[in-house]
């Protein structure tokens, strides 16, 4: 079956039903940095056409195109794709982990209200997820709040480890109880990741290799380290499939049902603490994808493109009709499950 002729036979006659939870926006311009304490604050070069660069430390780190901060843009190209909402969050560099806490505290403010600003040029298009800087949990619950309360965000948006710390360590959980008390959905995404010491080749390896190794080490934590039965509210999503913790999973149900202590800590086993999780469907492969529905269950794997970037799912759409010939199974992955995870009504398309 086409792309097109799917579409038309999901939507019942519209061709934009999906829902995008992994796509990213870069702001045109960022604030100077303070004096003295510049070391790792973006900023962008004199753009060039319907691009510009982001500058760290004086030196390119990326050239994006202006669909990260113009609105218009990016909905010509969710209209091509079927794509109705797209949630949007930071780049990962933006995290600014690495920074001092309240610096990294004014970039995060900086990017929501860049993201705000979208979100209401966008018309119902676009809803938000928020940058957190989560090395301070007094700052990353603060900010929590605000996005959630006072710009109307539907989450956050954090990386997988924080300066090497994986999210799932208890030192986090007092902001995933707030994200549970709030209702508000949590998208993990991959960010400077670990092992990456050991990637032979050039650098865009570390998307390639390096992002959905540590992204799936990150879904791990969260088994086993206590967070999904600690608070059994969040909503939590993966990016990339959850990277390899698909492949992972065999292995850490067969190690349950031998080590003792594995049993003990968990409670359950592992297969079934997956399910609990949510997953994009960022896999790039049809088979890979099946397989998703089949270990996390068809009622959690969301799309996810990873716009605007080059390295992207381009029609995913048509990656899921290709996957999967049942309507309502269609429908799921298409739409639903993500206006389940981020909480969205009806009037919001």
Known sequence: MSGSAGRRLISGGCACRGVDVHCHVVPRHFPPAIEGRARGW????????CHATVMIDNKPY???????????????????????????????????????????????????????????????????????ALQDMDLAIAELHRAVNELGFRGAHIGSN???????????????????????????????????????????????????????????SAITGGLLTQFPRLKIAFSHGAGTLMSLLPRLEQAYHTFPALQESLGQPPAD???????????????????????FGED???????????????????????????KDVWEKLVFSNARTFLALNEASN
């Not at 973006?42 to 056409?49: D, F, K, W, Y």
């Not at 360590?169 to 902001?175: A, E």
């Not at 991959?190 to 879904?219: E, F, H, K, N």
């Not at 996810?304 to 029609?315: K, Q, S, Y």
Request: aromatic letters at 10%.
């Open 300 to 326: 959690h794997v969301l799309i996810g493109t990873d716009f605007p970037f080059n390295f992207r799912e381009a029609d995913p759409i048509a990656r899921i009709e290709e996957a999967f010939g049942q």
């Open 42 to 49: 973006p900023s962008m070069a004199a753009a060039s056409g």
């Open 273 to 295: 603490l997956a399910r609990k999780l949510y997953v994009d469907s960022l896999v790039f492969d049809t088979a890979t994808l099946q397989r998703l529905v089949t270990v």
């Open 62 to 132: 990326r050239t994006v195109s202006d669909a990260c901060w113009v609105a218009t843009r990016r909905i010509e190209e969710m209209d091509k794709a079927g794509i109705a909402v797209q949630a949007l969050s930071a780049m990962p560099e933006l995290f600014g982990y690495w920074l001092d806490a309240d610096i990294a505290h004014d970039l995060v403010r900086h990017v929501n209200d860049t993201i705000a600003e979208l979100v209401v040029e966008g018309q119902g298009r676009f809803v938000g997820l928020a940058g957190i």
């Open 162 to 220: 924080v300066n090497g710390k994986v999210i799932g360590d208890p030192q986090f959980f007092p902001f995933f109880a707030e994200a549970e008390q709030l209702g508000a959905a949590v998208f993990v995404h991959a960010v400077r990741p670990t092992g990456m010491d050991r990637v032979i080749g050039p650098a865009a390896l570390q998307q390639a290799l390096g992002y959905p190794t540590d992204v799936g080490l990150a879904a791990a």
